[in-house]
Structure formats: C-alpha cells, structure tokens
C-alpha cells in the first residue's frame, strides 16, 4: 500500500476556519422531538462546528508601552530644560541626565544635582512651556 504524506497550506487551514458552516435542513420538515439520538448528534456537530469557528482568545494589551521610556530619552537628547513638580508642590527645574525604573537624575545650573524618585513626582512640563502668571 502507497501511503502518502498530505501537508496542508496555512491558507487552506485558515480558510477552513474563517467558513461558516450552513444549517442543514431536514428532509422530514418537522423538528425531531424526544429521545432521539439525532438530536443530542447534532448538538455535538454544531458545538464542534462552533468551536472550529472561534478564532482565538483576545490578547490584553501589553503592560508597557514605552512612552515614558521614550519620553525621557528624547528629552535628554535634547537637554531640554524641565521643570520637575513634586507632591508637595516644590518644584526642580534643570535637565534630566539620566532615569531608570525608579528614579531620575536632575542637573541643575548653580544648585547640587539630585536624585528625585519618581514615585515623588507629581508632573513634569518643558520648562518653555511655563505660563507667567500675571499679578492683577
């Protein structure tokens, strides 16, 4: 006997799946009713069917995306000039050397440089950005 190895394609697997299966009609018109083993066989079919049709699970989105990371590196680039809000209202303005998960390193012009831990920081703008506030 000439056995031979049949390898699908992944189109013709994928194309499998993504069909819908028509509802098969009965030939005697009317819905089998009690104790029949037609009707627990295509319970079983259609829960088959059902179960080939389900593509995959949804993947959560990841738990980081980057941004922040992203965000430091082009500021400290650039050198641009920050201004660090903390919790408590204080606020540090200089350039942000370097960062890791916990913590950023801020060099500042004419004060000590300083190691703020992020969980400390309220919010951080571009030091261009500020708004003068205008004594009326």
Known sequence: ????????????VKGKVRETPQPRERTNGSPSRGGGSDG??????????QAAVQVRKRVPPPMETN??????????DAH?????VLLDGEEIEGTIEWYDRGALKVN?????????LKRNVKYM???DERVEQTAE
Not at 1 to 9: A, E, P, V, W
Not at 40 to 49: D, G, N, P, V, Y
Not at 80 to 84: A, E, N
């Open 125 to 127: 703008y571009k030091a």
């Open 1 to 12: 006997m000439n056995r031979k190895l049949i390898r699908t394609t992944l189109a013709e």
């Open 67 to 76: 941004a922040e990371i992203f965000y430091y590196k082009k500021q400290i």
């Open 108 to 116: 500042r012009r004419g004060a000590p440089n300083l190691l703020v």
């Open 40 to 49: 627990s066989r295509e319970a079983a079919q259609r829960a088959a069917q």
């Open 80 to 84: 641009t000039l920050m201004v660090i």
